[in-house]
Structures are given as C-alpha cells and as structure tokens.
C-alpha cells in the first residue's frame, strides 16, 4: 500500500464524511441558477450596449461653429486682437499674446496674425510637423520661421524647463469657428429703401447666418422676407440648396466681370414687427 493511500476503512470513513458534509443540489437548483445567470450576462449586455450608445452620441455630437471668410480673419492681425487659421478652425489666440506679451517666442505667431498657418501642422494628427534635422540627426519640431510658444527647444539647454501645460494648438478654448473654403459674393437689395449692397459671404453657411452679417448694414433686416426671382427663400438653406448657384467661375473662364452679373436677393419689408 502506498504512503499516500488510506486504509480501506479509514477512506469509506473518510468518504462518508465528506459526503455528509456537501449540501445536496436540486435539479431545481441548477435550473434557477442557469436562469439567474441568463439574467445576469443580459443585464451586462445592456449595459455594454447602453455604454456604447452614450459614447456613440457623444461622438456625433458636434460644436456648430460659425464659418469666417479669409478676409475676415485677416483683420485681426494685432497683438490686441490676434486670430489664426490652420487646418479648416479659426482660432483666436489673443489672450495666449497677451500672457506672453514681450516673449521673443511669439515673434512667430505675430508674424503670421491674420493668415493660415496649415503648413505648421500634421493634417492627420493636427500636431506640430516634424522634419528631419541634418545637424542633429533626429526629427525635431517644423517651425519655418522659427520656435514658437510651447514648442521645446532642439537641444534643452540650463534654464529651460519641460513643458507642463497644454500647447495652445491642443487647446479646444481658442477655436472659435471655421474658415471658409469657399466665398462669393451677393447683391441685396431692399425693396421698401431701394439700398443695394454687395456682400461676401461663406457658401457653407445657410441664409440665417448671411441675414446675420446683413445687420451690420440693416439693423432690422429680420423683419424682412426674403425672396429670390419672386420666390421665398428656405432661411434654413444655403444659397445653393435654394438654387442660387455660384457661376463665378464661368464668368472668370469667359473674362466677364463677376460683380455685374451677382445674383441678386431682394427682401421685402413684413408687417411683422416683432421678428424685427
């Protein structure tokens, strides 16, 4: 017999004990803890999918940012007042040159206040491009004219220090809208005054939001129909959902001058003065 074996009493004792002492399983049992389960991986399932959902929304949820004309932009090309465009956002970088006013690293971004500076950037990643350099033998930050706020130096030096902060290109609270990809011009004219005015406007955006550049030249331009060819416009539209195409393109091909052939929108004074 060997050591690690029982004697033949001891074990059918042993056995009787072990047996007295495992609680006994209905089918019943095993039935009700099959359907708990069920229950259980259905409930996790819902809440998984529930989970994904809720991160499914908060993807498709977008910020809906004005659009700005590149010429807009390019007004703001001060210390005071310092907007910048790259890769389709604008974005207002004023307070950013007013916490470093006098840093002879935002010599950079004054240079280029008012312009697009999508050359900088990595349209993929949206981060600072990088290049080889043939000094140093390794990538180092692509700045054409040259080291701008929060980009480290190519070779550290004593008194600079790692970055702690977000760089301001990572940072969502200076975006302040798109630029346009596409411009063009229209001519208003009010039926009630008989003023005419030629104004540039995105193609991206709808009619509400050209009304809202109207104000600047008609304070109450709300209390106006708008109306093209004696049919009402959709505000909610663009011009060329509303069928108002942008021909300027063929009058350049035939060397005609765009701004006599604009396509003209007349609005018509409304009785309505609670929408003025």
């Not at 060329?240 to 929108?265: A, C, H, K, R, W």
């Amino acid at each position: 017999m060997s050591k690690f074996e029982l004697p033949p009493e001891l074990a059918e004792d042993g056995l009787e004990i072990l047996t007295e002492n495992v609680p006994k399983v209905s089918e019943q049992d095993i039935e009700d803890e099959k359907i708990s389960d069920h229950e259980e991986n259905n409930n996790n399932t819902d809440n998984n999918n529930n989970n994904n959902q809720k991160e499914e929304e908060k993807t498709e949820i977008e910020v809906d940012f004005p659009y700005f004309t590149p010429r807009e932009v390019a007004q703001h090309n001060t210390y005071d007042d310092l907007w910048v465009s790259w890769l389709g956002y604008v974005y207002d970088l004023t307070p950013l040159a007013l916490k470093y006013r006098g840093d002879i690293l935002m010599n950079p971004i004054i240079k280029n206040a008012g312009k697009d500076i999508s050359h900088w950037f990595d349209k993929d990643t949206r981060n600072i491009k990088m290049h080889m350099n043939s000094k140093l033998g390794c990538m180092v930050p692509y700045c054409p004219d040259g080291r701008f706020v929060h980009v480290s130096p190519h070779v550290p030096y004593a008194n600079w220090r790692p970055m702690v902060e977000k760089p301001w290109w990572e940072d969502d609270q200076y975006c302040i809208g798109k630029i346009s990809q596409k411009t063009r011009k229209i001519r208003i004219v009010n039926t009630l005054t008989k003023d005419e005015h030629i104004i540039e406007v995105c193609s991206e955006e709808n009619l509400i939001a050209i009304q809202e550049r109207y104000l600047k030249l008609n304070a109450h331009s709300k209390g106006y129909v708008w109306k093209r060819l004696g049919n009402l416009l959709d505000m909610t539209k663009t011009l060329e959902e509303n069928n108002i195409l942008d021909e300027s393109q063929q009058f350049e091909m035939l060397g005609m001058d765009e701004e006599e052939y604009l396509p003209v929108i007349h609005i018509y004074f409304s009785d309505d003065l609670s929408i003025a």
